[in-house]
């Protein structure tokens, strides 16, 4: 364990270069990457460009950011039949423990329609339970009892807190999956999906009427500051006008407590929960641009 918290935290000075210390400092916004290991990961993604394209179509049609291709890349540099000395198998090295809990049998996992759309029901659900990417790809590598107890740990379920108590491999695994980030020009996405997810906003007061919720055509989620509104109404494909007749008053609860109610119609919100990861990547996207 010892060897594992000093290798950590030699590994951490890394982090520190492009994450700071700790939440809020601002992130730099880059990785130092060798030639050679750039060259090498540009390398396995342009060999394995059809798979990449199956991949990357895959995450978007299940409201995924593309970025994840490179999970797989660092996972098994897209060879769907290596097995690690962990027994790990296939594309997405998933463990035969791991893959029964998904419905995916043993031998599946080396067949890369099976096993892409399982990682997409993993991805999921660690996203709903870490809300930030770079501790999805820390559980994915060493599972969420891991990550718990590295959590309990530190006191904190911040990564660049918790991180010294993972394992040293993992630790390395999140770093190389910043360097492929880095290498694919995504790394902002990264950086600002983790510094959201540190947000903490002002409690809603609890005496405070919604009137919206006595129309029952209407169903409703909770967004907050990440999302763009605009960016809200043109995946969906409806009016900004008609946006802000349903949500009146939702921008002055974006400014004030940093989270709001969002209103659609009961029609429209399945749709929007299905695109909800590609409105929120192209939010950030649009905010990293206008900077």
């Known amino acids: 364990m010892m060897f594992n918290v000093a290798y950590g935290l030699l590994l951490g000075f ?5 994450c700071g210390k700790a939440y809020p400092q601002e992130f730099p916004g880059v990785v130092k990457v060798s030639k050679e290991r750039k060259q090498a990961y540009q390398a396995l993604l342009l060999q394995n460009k059809t798979v990449v394209a199956f991949i990357e179509n895959t995450l978007l049609q299940n409201g995924l950011p593309k970025v994840l291709r490179n999970l797989s890349l660092i996972e098994s540099g897209f060879n769907k039949n290596i ?7 296939g594309m997405w090295q998933f463990m035969e423990a791991h893959a029964a809990r998904y ?3 043993s031998e599946d996992r080396f067949d890369v329609y099976h ?3 399982t990682a997409m029901k993993s991805l999921k659900n660690l996203y709903a339970k870490y ?3 770079l501790s999805v790809v820390a ?3 060493c599972g969420e009892g891991n990550i718990k ?4 740990k530190a006191k904190s379920d911040r990564y660049e807190k918790f991180y010294v108590y993972l394992p040293a491999e993992t630790i390395h695994h999140v770093h190389k999956f910043m360097e492929v980030c880095s290498v694919t020009h995504e790394l902002d996405f990264i950086i600002t999906d983790y510094k959201i997810s540190g947000f903490k906003p002002n409690p809603k007061p ?5 009137k919206q919720k006595k129309n029952p055509a209407l169903a409703s989620t909770e967004i907050n500051t990440a999302y763009n509104l605009n960016i809200i109404a043109k995946e969906m494909h409806i009016t900004r006008a008609d946006l802000d007749q349903w949500n009146p008053s939702i921008e002055n609860e974006l400014i004030k407590s940093g989270i709001a109610m969002l209103y659609l119609p009961i029609d429209k919100m399945p749709d929007f929960l299905l695109l909800k990861n590609i409105i929120l990547n192209r939010s950030l996207q649009t905010s990293v641009d206008d900077d």
């Open 131 to 133: 809300k930030n990417w």
């Open 103 to 105: 419905g995916l049998k």
């Open 14 to 18: 890394f982090f520190s270069l492009f």
């Open 206 to 210: 609890e005496n405070k009427p919604d």
């Open 139 to 141: 559980a994915y590598n």
């Open 115 to 117: 096993s892409t759309l």
């Open 83 to 89: 097995v690690s000395s962990a027994r790990a198998g």
């Open 149 to 152: 107890k590295a959590m309990d």
